[in-house]
């Protein structure tokens, strides 16, 4: 158990246009998603923290405005990215631990995006 | 903030030889946690430390977390070109928000 979805997979897009990411938890209900940035070869730069229920909590340097987050349900945080840009181009990886307490995080298979 | 730092950043080596990744930590950590990425894939959890001074082995891959559980050390031996990857560790000082470290690429050579 403990399988993460991402939707879409890869997703090309037009500068000015928005992009959703759908992060589902499968198997388990999920307390806490996160939202990751990765660039090639680079580590995992943590974006935002979302709870259920609740506002998202955005590292500093992240733009709420650019970045919307909702975290509708214990299964379920999407990620629009607003207004793209090339320099949103991409690796945006999701995760999410459990409500019973456990404390490792399961990662979704990530959503490539393109701006173009 | 909290900075996690990983050397090396890269690392190959002969197919049978040892391999080790380091972490450090600015700042004490509650818990420690260890991840493996594939090329082209998702970050798998590995384990997680929070004993000042433990030791975990998972058959060839040996983890330590330091005294001052400020830093950290994965060891692989006699590694396998099934051990390619990128190591991460990713430090909890609160909660359940991880601060990830850079990352070791491990190449393998057969």
């Known amino acids: 158990g403990a399988v993460v979805s991402q939707h879409p997979s890869r997703v090309i897009c037009k500068s000015g246009t928005s992009v959703k990411i759908e992060c589902r938890s499968l198997d388990f209900q999920a307390t806490t998603m996160f939202w990751y940035r990765q660039f090639p070869k680079k580590s995992l730069m943590l974006m935002a923290t979302s709870n259920e229920g609740s506002k998202a909590t955005y590292e500093q340097g992240v733009e709420k405005d650019k970045f919307l987050i909702n975290h509708a349900s214990l299964t379920l945080s999407t990620l629009t990215v607003t207004s793209a840009h090339p320099e949103d181009s991409s690796f945006y990886i999701c995760?999410?631990?459990?409500?019973?307490?456990?404390?490792?995080?399961?990662f979704g298979p990530g959503t490539r995006l393109t701006v173009t | 903030g909290q900075q996690v730092m990983q050397i090396p950043q890269y690392q190959h080596v002969q197919e049978g030889e040892d391999f080790t990744t380091y972490c450090n930590s600015s700042t004490t950590l509650s818990n420690i946690q260890w991840y493996k990425q594939r090329p082209g894939g998702h970050p798998v959890f590995l384990i997680q430390?929070?004993?000042?001074?433990e030791v975990k082995k998972q058959k060839r891959l040996t983890f330590q977390f330091g005294e001052a559980k400020k830093n950290s050390s994965l060891h692989i031996t006699a590694t396998q070109t099934t051990d390619v990857g990128t190591y991460f560790c990713a430090g909890n000082n609160a909660g359940n928000m991880l601060t990830f470290g850079g990352g070791t690429r491990l190449m393998v050579k057969p």
């Open positions: 430390l929070v004993k000042s001074g």
């Open positions: 995760s999410a631990t459990r409500t019973s307490g456990r404390y490792e995080q399961y």
